[in-house]
Nanobody, 120 residues
């Protein structure tokens, strides 16, 4: 099982980006999916999560600007980021709790990370 994220890049303040993260491999089910970020010199922090049923949770710093969604048929989670600010600059990591085939418990998986740079 692996997670592959894409969609990062350089954008001016006020702009938008959309990140995608697709899970692949021998997957039985996917539970919570989410996005975390880590800015230089900072700890990795939660940005947003979404349950398999579509319930969402957001960090206060991104509420009203970021939207998480998922396509369960494609095993993919998305992060639409609007009104970006320079302080949103970070490496963004997708995360998912996945039950692989023939495994009786959920396991925690991370994508490699995609860099988002917001210029002022």
């Amino acid at each position: 099982v692996q997670l592959q994220a894409s969609g990062g890049g350089l954008v001016q303040a006020g702009g938008s980006l959309r990140l995608s993260c697709a899970a692949s491999g021998s997957i039985f089910s996917i539970n919570d999916m989410g996005w975390y970020r880590q800015a230089p010199g900072n700890k990795r922090e939660l940005v947003t999560t979404i349950t398999s049923g579509g319930s969402t949770n957001y960090a206060d710093s991104v509420k009203g600007r970021f939207t998480i969604s998922r396509d369960n048929a494609k095993n993919t989670v998305y992060l639409q980021m609007n009104s970006l600010k320079p302080e949103d600059t970070a490496v963004y990591y997708c995360n998912a709790r996945i039950r692989p085939v023939r495994i009786s418990a959920d396991m925690n998986y991370w994508g490699e990370g995609t860099l988002v740079t917001v210029s002022s």
